[in-house]
């Protein structure tokens, strides 16, 4: 009884690590990348990994969640000033970056300064 108990817990577990055995190389990724990488733990990439991290100045280098951000952190972004600070915060909350254009709180030349700069969080 015990052994196919045994069984049974390889069998599923060979199952669960199947996916994981299965994931190919990111595109654009060549075979010698792959010799200097370590090998596949199981555990999720990075953010920063999953796409590339916009060319921002270190007092900006992670997403500024324009839900929740203070009125000094989105000053610092580009073409955003004091007054386009005020009236994100005022515009709060958004579902999507993009509503800062859809609400005509800011222009679409400071949307496209900023795009990759921000994100718009939900409260779960």
């Known amino acids: 009884m015990r052994i196919s108990h045994l069984g049974a817990l ?5 199952l669960l690590a199947a996916p994981v055995l299965a994931q190919t190389a990111a595109p654009g990724a060549g ?3 792959l010799a200097a990488k370590p090998p596949m733990t199981g555990t999720a990439p990075a953010p920063s990994a999953a796409r ?3 060319s921002a100045t270190s007092s900006t280098s992670a997403l500024i969640d324009i839900n929740t951000a203070p009125k000094d952190q989105l000053d610092k972004l580009p073409q955003i000033g004091e007054a386009r600070a005020d ?3 005022k515009g709060r909350p958004y ?3 993009n509503e800062l254009v859809d609400k005509k ?3 679409q030349n400071a949307y496209d300064a900023i795009k ?3 994100i718009a969080h939900q409260k779960s």
């Open 87 to 89: 009236a994100i915060i």
């Open 31 to 33: 075979t010698s990348s």
């Open 105 to 107: 709180i800011i222009p």
């Open 116 to 118: 990759d700069w921000i």
């Open 10 to 14: 390889v069998a599923l577990g060979s």
């Open 52 to 54: 590339p991290a916009p």
């Open 95 to 97: 579902r999507a970056k």
